[in-house]
């Protein structure tokens, strides 16, 4: 298989640095690999994503110097090969729907048997209100959220736990085999949402039925998805598609060691070039 990597923005507001070390160590990685680099517009939030977003990553691209293939994938051409995933999921048992606010979360994860909250990659694990309905059977419905259940899930496809190969997570080194056993992600992840109702499909669902279309190799992304990625290879296996391996690279931060957030706008590469910053001053300050 080819090495292929891939930088796969949200266009919700301008790149800042931490997206710049994101895109240029995947394309990096993918030339001293004589791979490919891909890009994907992940653009299923249809509230906020804006196509003069869009425009302004691929001139910052251009402008750092990356090169990719064309075409470039966009989420939102893709919305009926997610439902067509979700049908299947839904079909062999592995969904429920929720209609669960975030409010009732909150107060079921709080009642006084719980103890306090656990928060796992999306926010509070679902304390699992919703699970005993079991309506399959026809189409996944459509009006309310969907959400994976974890345990059989894992109970099918990961009975011994998550595996996956590592190849960055620094600055811990956790290289080499990732392993976490089943029980760690039915309790830190839990029912995770596989389509919001607004959305039709979730982040979860899409990266990984759009990273096997793209045949992509290696996931060059930030370590804030680490806990994310069991998530993943979960779905990975309950679909049948390769699992890619993982290179979960450090998260760029600011002076005060915040690290950086779509919303920190005084960081993004624009505002560097507009102040004279050269694409090789872009490569010091992240260190790439
Ligand atoms: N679209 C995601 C983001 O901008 C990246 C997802 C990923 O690399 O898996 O945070
Ligand atoms: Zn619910």
Redesign the pocket.
């Known amino acids: 298989m080819t090495f292929t990597t891939r930088f796969?923005?949200?266009p919700t507001g301008p790149l800042h640095l931490g997206h710049a070390y994101s895109a240029i160590l995947a394309h990096d990685m993918a030339r001293a690999a004589d791979g490919r680099f891909l890009l994907r517009i992940?653009d299923i939030d249809r509230q906020r994503a804006r196509p003069e977003w869009e425009t302004a990553i691929f001139d910052d691209l251009a402008w750092l110097g990356l090169r990719w293939e064309a075409p470039v994938m966009r989420q939102s051409d893709r919305l009926a090969v997610y439902r067509a995933a979700l049908d299947r999921l839904w079909t062999e048992g592995w969904l429920y729907a929720c209609t669960c606010t975030r409010r009732d979360i909150l107060e079921a994860a709080s009642a006084p048997q719980e103890g306090a909250p656990l928060t796992g990659p999306d926010g509070i694990v679902y304390p699992g209100t919703c699970r005993g309905r079991r309506d399959t059977g026809g189409p996944a419905p459509t009006d309310a959220a969907l959400r994976l259940d974890m345990a059989r899930a894992v109970a099918k496809v990961a009975p011994e736990g998550v595996s996956w190969h590592e190849t960055g997570a620094e600055p811990d080194g956790e290289t080499g085999t990732v392993h976490i056993p089943p029980q760690t992600v039915i309790d830190r992840v839990g029912d995770v949402v596989l389509s919001r109702r607004e959305m039709g499909t979730s982040?979860h669902l899409s990266?990984v039925l759009d990273d096997a279309a793209q045949d992509v190799s290696h996931?060059v992304?930030?370590r804030d998805?680490f806990e994310a990625t069991a998530i993943h290879v979960v779905l990975q296996s309950l679909l049948g598609l390769p699992t890619p391996s993982f290179h979960h690279h450090r998260l760029i931060r600011d002076d005060h060691g915040k690290r950086l957030a779509k919303r920190d706008d005084a960081r993004a590469i624009r505002l560097y070039r507009d102040e004279g910053a050269s694409p090789q001053d872009i490569r010091a300050m992240v260190g790439a």
């Open positions: 796969a923005p949200s992940e982040y990266v996931v992304r930030g998805l």
